[in-house]
C-alpha cells in the first residue's frame, strides 16, 4: 500500500526562486517565504503523516509505553541537576554556547504576568518557562532544569523570600521552584493518576492555587495554600468528563469565585473552591467542553461544547443560571485558547490553526488575521497554531484596560487594542526555536543553514556568544518544515533537503537561490524523506523510499532522477529505507538501515546491496534513524535509533559483518543523529530524545555532557562544525547549541548516580544483602515517589579531611544511616530496595546515623575520609538510608538516596 497517498497532495505552489541579493543585515525585515496552502483534507493528511512518522521511529515492544520511559529519564535528570547544583565547591565549565534563533521564535503554550505586574512569564513546548518584560525585551529562560513543556504557569509573590515561586502544568504532571528555575520538584498531594486540564491561580490573601483534572472516574479540583508543596482535594464528581474552570481575574469574585463545567452543568463556588453548588444547565448533548467568562454582567459565561463532532458556543448573561446557543460548529481549538474579555461581555476569542474573534458575543467569528500574512509582516501578524488565549487587566491601566497575550508557533503577542491590532513579543531572545537539521559551512563555518518545525528553511550568520541567552538572528528563506540538509562537499553550494512534499534545492553558497524538486513519482517513503548527498558530485544527490533513487541536474533548475539500484527495500516488514551514510574514506562503501531495522551494506556505490546479520536482543523492536561512519576506517560505523525494547545504537568494526551493543552510560531513549568528531578522537556524539551524550573511544561508554548549561530538551540533530572544536546540536524546543570539545565539564568533589524513576511502579522487592540489616521491601499501592538528594561539599582531598555529605528532601525529624560501598551496583543503576535503588555495595562501611531537621535535611559531622578509612587513589560510594513512614509508597517505610561516587585525591 502507498503510505504518501495521503499527503502526497498539490500543495498550489510555483517552482520559485528566491533572489535575496545577497546577505541582509540582522535588522531587516525578513524576506516573505513561499507558503504551502493545504484544504482542509490535505492539512489533516499532512499531520496524520508526521503523527505516523513519530510512532514509527519510537518503536516499542508491545506494552512498552515510550513516553513514560522517556518521562523517567527527564525526571532522572533533574535529580541529577538538583544534585550538582547544590555541590560545594562546584566548578562549572564553559563548554555551551546557545546559538539561536535569536528572532525567530518556536512554539509558546501559555502566559503569566507575574505578581509585580511588570513582568511577563511565557511557557513553552519543550522550552522551558521563560520571563521578559511586559514588552517583550530581557527573555530570560527560567526552565532549563525542568523536564518537558509548560501547558500552563502560575506565579505566587514569594513575600519575605528570596525568589518567587512558579508552579507549571505539563500535561498531567506538575512541578514547582522557588529559587527561580535553577531547580524543580514535583508538587505533592496530587494521585499520579491525575488526567490535568486546568491550572489557575485565586486573587486571594493565602494564594490558592486550584488544580483541575479526572481520576479514579471523577472529575476533582485540587487546591495548595502553601505555595505548592502540596495539594488536598476538594471536590469530587462522578464520571470523569472533560470539562473545565473558570475564575474572575479582577472584580470582588476574584479571591472567592469558581465557575466549574461538568457534564454540561455549571457550578458555581464562593469559598475559592471548598465547595459547589449547581447553578444551571447547558442545553443539549455534548462530552467535553470548555468555559470562560467575562467579569462585566453578572458575570457573562460562555460555553463550548462538542456536539456531534462539532464545537458549539453557548452563552449565559446570569452567571450560568440559563444559556443560548450561539455560534455553531466553530471548528477544532486548543484546550487553553478560548478565552472572554474582562471589560467587554460581548468580546470572546478562539483559536486553531488560526485566532477568530467575535465582537457580537459569540454569534459569528472573524479572522485576526491569515496565518499566511505572518511572513510578510511578522511583528503585526499572528503565526499560525494559537496554542494559549490570555486575557488580563492592563497594569497600565487596571479599571479599564486589559492586555491579551496570544500563544502560538511563531512565539508570543500582545494586543492592548481588544485583539483589533497585535503585536509580536518574540522578535528577539526567545530562543525556543524547533530544529530538525543543521548544515555548517565548509568554506565558511559561521555560515549556517537550519531546517525548522513551522518556521521554515533558515539561514544565518552565527556571531560569538555576549552574555546568555541566543546570539544570532536567522532568516526564514521559506516557510514549512524542512529536515535532512545535505551537502556533497560541506559547502553551501549545493544544499539538499526535504519538504513533507518535495526536495529543497539550495544553489550557491550565499543560499541565492532555492527552487522545488518532485519526489519520484509513486514512491513509498518518511512522512520527511531522508536525502543523502553523492560527495562524487555536487549537483547529484540520494532520495530514499522503497527503492533507492539518484537525482542529478540536467539543466538550470530541471532535475532528473533513475532508480539507482534494483534492491527493493519494501520487502518482508519493511517499506522503506528510514537512513544511509556513505564512508567518508571508501566512496564507494554505503550503510543503510530499513524501516524493519534492517543494515545493509554497498560496496559498489549503492548499486548492489547486502543485507546484514544481527544477533542483538530484541532485534525487530529496533527503528534505524541515525548512521555515521568513522572519518578514516571505513569499516567502522554507528547505527542509532530506538532504544526502548532493544540497544538503542550498535556499532560494527568490520563493514557490517557483525554488530555490538554501544549502549553502556546511555539511556532507553530514541537516537536521531549520531556524529564523529572531526578532532582525531574517534569519540562519537549523540543527539537523543534524552539530551546530548558523547562515547569515548577510550572507555567505549556514553556519558552525559549536558552539565547544567544544556537545556533539558529533545535533541534532533548533530554537526561536527569544520575547523573548529564545536559539535553543532540542533534542539526541538530550545534552539541550537555549540558544545566545545574539551572544556571544562562540571566537577565538584564527587559524581552523583543512580536515581530512582520518580512516579514509575514502586520497585519494592525482597533485595536485602543482610550487610546493611534494614528490614524488608514490600509494595503498598504500587507507586514509588522518588527518593531525596545526596550530594556533598568540600574537596575530594583526604588530607584536607573536609568532604562531608549533605542530603535534602528527607522525612523532617526522621533517622538515617550514611554508608560507603566499595562498588556501583549493576553497573550504576542500582537494585530495587524499599522505596528507592540500593547503589553502593561491597565492602559496606556504615559511616554516621544521623536524624534529618525539621526541613528534612542531614549531613554527616565526621569527615568522610577519617570515618570511611579511605585513602589516595581510592574510590568509594556513598549512600544514605532513611525512614520516610510518612510518605512510603511501601510497606518498608524507608528509602535511600541517590549514589554519590568520591575518587580520594591525596
Known amino acids: 500500500m502507498d503510505r504518501d497517498k495521503w499527503f502526497m497532495v498539490a500543495f498550489g505552489v510555483a517552482l520559485v526562486a528566491l533572489l535575496l541579493g545577497g546577505e541582509r543585515g540582522a535588522d531587516e525585515l525578513q524576506p516573505r517565504p513561499t507558503e504551502h496552502v493545504l484544504d482542509d483534507g490535505a492539512e489533516a493528511a499532512h499531520k496524520a503523516g508526521r503523527k505516523r512518522w513519530m510512532r514509527e521511529m519510537h518503536r516499542v515492544a508491545p506494552g512498552v509505553d515510550w513516553k513514560a520511559l522517556e518521562r523517567e529519564n527527564g525526571l532522572r535528570e533533574m535529580e541529577r541537576r538538583r544534585a550538582l547544583a547544590t555541590q560545594l565547591p562546584v566548578t562549572v565549565g564553559s563548554s555551551w554556547a546557545e546559538v539561536g534563533s535569536k528572532n525567530l521564535a518556536g512554539r509558546t503554550r501559555s502566559s503569566f504576568i507575574g505578581p509585580g505586574e511588570d513582568e511577563l512569564y511565557v511557557g513553552s513546548a519543550l522550552g522551558g518557562l521563560w520571563r521578559g518584560t511586559l514588552d517583550g525585551a530581557g527573555w530570560a529562560p527560567l526552565g532549563d532544569n525542568l523536564y518537558g513543556g509548560v501547558y500552563e504557569v502560575v506565579v505566587l509573590d514569594g513575600g519575605e523570600a ?24 514535583a508538587v505533592g498531594g496530587l494521585p499520579s493518576s491525575l488526567d490535568g486540564r486546568d491550572l489557575v491561580l485565586l486573587g486571594d490573601a493565602a494564594q490558592t492555587v486550584l488544580v ?21 482535594l476538594r471536590w469530587a464528581l462522578a464520571p470523569e468528563w472533560d470539562g473545565g474552570l473558570w475564575v474572575p481575574r479582577a472584580g470582588p469574585g476574584a479571591g472567592t469565585d469558581v465557575y466549574m463545567l461538568h457534564q454540561r452543568k455549571i ?95 459569540g454569534s459569528s467569528f472573524s479572522r485576526v488575521n491569515s496565518w499566511g500574512s ?101 532568516v526564514q528563506l521559506i516557510s514549512g518544515d524542512y529536515g535532512h540538509l545535505c551537502s556533497g562537499d560541506g559547502t553551501h553550494s549545493w544544499v539538499f533537503s526535504t519538504y513533507p512534499g518535495f526536495v529543497l534545492v539550495q544553489q550557491g553558497e550565499a543560499g541565492n537561490t532555492i527552487y522545488q524538486v518532485n519526489f519520484p513519482s509513486g514512491s513509498q517513503h518518511l512522512w520527511l524523506p531522508p536525502v543523502v548527498a553523492d560527495p562524487t558530485d555536487n549537483e547529484a544527490f540520494f532520495f530514499l523510499g522503497d527503492r533507492l533513487w539518484r537525482y542529478t541536474r540536467s539543466a538550470g533548475q530541471s ?15 519493511s517499506d522503506y529505507l528510514t537512513a544511509m551514510a556513505i564512508a567518508p574514506s571508501e566512496l564507494s562503501r554505503m550503510y543503510a538501515c530499513d524501516e524493519a531495522g534492517r543494515a545493509w551494506v554497498s560496496t559498489d556505490s549503492g548499486s548492489t546491496w547486502t543485507q546484514t546479520s544481527s544477533s542483538l536482543p530484541g532485534e525487530h523492536y529496533f527503528y534505524g534513524n541515525a548512521i555515521c561512519v568513522h572519518p578514516t576506517i571505513s569499516q567502522e560505523v554507528f547505527i542509532g535509533g530506538s532504544g526502548y525494547s532493544t540497544a538503542g545504537v ?8 557483525t554488530w555490538q551493543a554501544e549502549v553502556g552510560g546511555l539511556p532507553g531513549t530514541l537516537v536521531y543523529d549520531l556524529a564523529y568528531a572531526e578532532d582525531g578522537s574517534g569519540d562519537v556524539y549523540a543527539a537523543t530524545e534524552a539530551g546530548a551524550f558523547r562515547w569515548e573511544r577510550a572507555t567505549e561508554t556514553w556519558s552525559n555532557i549536558m552539565g547544567l548549561e544544556a537545556p533539558i530538551t529533545l535533541y534532533w540533530s548533530v554537526e561536527a562544525v569544520p575547523d573548529s572544536p564545536l559539535m553543532r546540536f540542533g534542539t526541538y524546543g530550545r534552539g541550537i547549541w555549540d558544545y566545545t570539545i574539551g572544556s571544562p565539564e562540571p566537577s565538584g568533589p564527587g559524581v552523583a548516580y543512580c536515581f530512582g524513576d520518580e512516579g514509575s511502579a514502586c520497585p519494592c522487592g525482597n533485595v536485602n544483602d543482610g550487610s546493611l540489616n534494614l528490614g524488608q521491601a514490600g509494595c503498598a499501592n504500587g507507586v514509588s515517589l522518588g527518593g531525596a538528594v545526596l550530594t556533598a561539599s568540600g574537596t575530594n582531598s583526604v588530607s584536607a579531611q573536609d568532604l562531608r555529605l549533605e542530603a535534602f528532601g528527607l522525612d523532617p525529624n526522621q533517622p538515617g544511616l550514611y554508608f560507603q560501598g566499595d562498588n556501583q551496583i549493576a553497573g550504576g543503576l542500582g537494585v530495587a530496595f524499599g522505596d528507592g535503588l540500593r547503589c553502593a555495595g561491597g565492602g559496606v562501611v556504615r559511616l554516621e546515623v544521623v536524624v534529618a531537621d525539621s526541613f528534612g535535611d542531614s549531613s554527616t559531622a565526621v569527615p568522610v575520609s577519617t570515618r570511611g578509612g579511605a585513602s589516595a587513589g581510592d574510590v568509594r560510594r556513598y549512600q544514605l538510608w532513611y525512614r520516610n513512614p510518612g510518605t512510603s509508597a511501601c510497606l518498608s517505610g524507608f528509602n535511600l538516596t541517590n549514589g554519590f561516587e568520591v575518587a580520594w585525591q591525596g
Open 162 to 185: 528570596a525568589h518567587d515561586i512558579f508552579i507549571t502544568r505539563d500535561g498531567d504532571d506538575l512541578y514547582r521552584s522557588a529559587d527561580d528555575g535553577a531547580t524543580w520538584g
Open 374 to 474: 505572518y511572513y510578510s509582516n511578522p511583528q503585526s501578524r499572528l503565526h499560525a497554531d494559537i496554542f494559549g488565549i490570555d486575557c488580563y487587566p492592563d497594569p497600565d491601566a487596571p479599571l479599564t484596560g486589559e492586555r491579551w497575550i496570544i500563544s502560538c508557533d511563531g512565539g508570543t503577542y500582545e494586543s492592548r487594542t481588544n485583539m483589533s491590532t497585535v503585536n509580536n513579543l518574540s522578535m528577539s531572545g526567545l530562543g525556543i526555536s524547533q530544529y530538525y537539521s543543521t548544515l555548517s559551512s565548509a568554506v565558511e563555518p559561521t555560515r549556517l543553514l537550519a531546517g525548522s518545525q513551522d518556521q521554515g528553511y533558515q539561514r544565518g550568520q552565527v556571531v560569538s556568544q555576549s552574555g546568555s541567552g541566543p546570539s544570532t538572528n536567522m
Open 267 to 361: 457550578y458555581r463556588s464562593t469559598s475559592g473552591g471548598a465547595g459547589f453548588s449547581e447553578v444551571g444547565t447547558v442545553a443539549g448533548s455534548g462530552n467535553e467542553g470548555r468555559i470562560t467568562g467575562s467579569e462585566a454582567g453578572a458575570p457573562t459565561l460562555y460555553v463550548s461544547l462538542r456536539q456531534s463532532g462539532s464545537w458549539n458556543v453557548f452563552r449565559s448573561t446570569n452567571a450560568g443560571v440559563s444559556f443560548t446557543q450561539r455560534a455553531t460548529n466553530i471548528g477544532d481549538y486548543w484546550d487553553t485558547s478560548f478565552c472572554a474579555s474582562i471589560t467587554d461581555p460581548d468580546l470572546l476569542l478562539y483559536g486553531g490553526v488560526e485566532c477568530w474573534r467575535s465582537t457580537n458575543g
Open 212 to 232: 483541575y483534572g479526572t481520576a479514579g472516574g471523577q472529575s476533582r479540583v485540587y487546591d495548595s495554600i502553601d505555595g505548592g508543596l502540596s495539594f488536598q
Open 559 to 573: 532535475w532528473s532522477h533513475v532508480q539507482h539500484s534494483a534492491q527493493a527495500f519494501d520487502s518482508g516488514s
Open 650 to 657: 550498535r556499532r560494527s568494526t568490520d563493514g557490517g559483518a
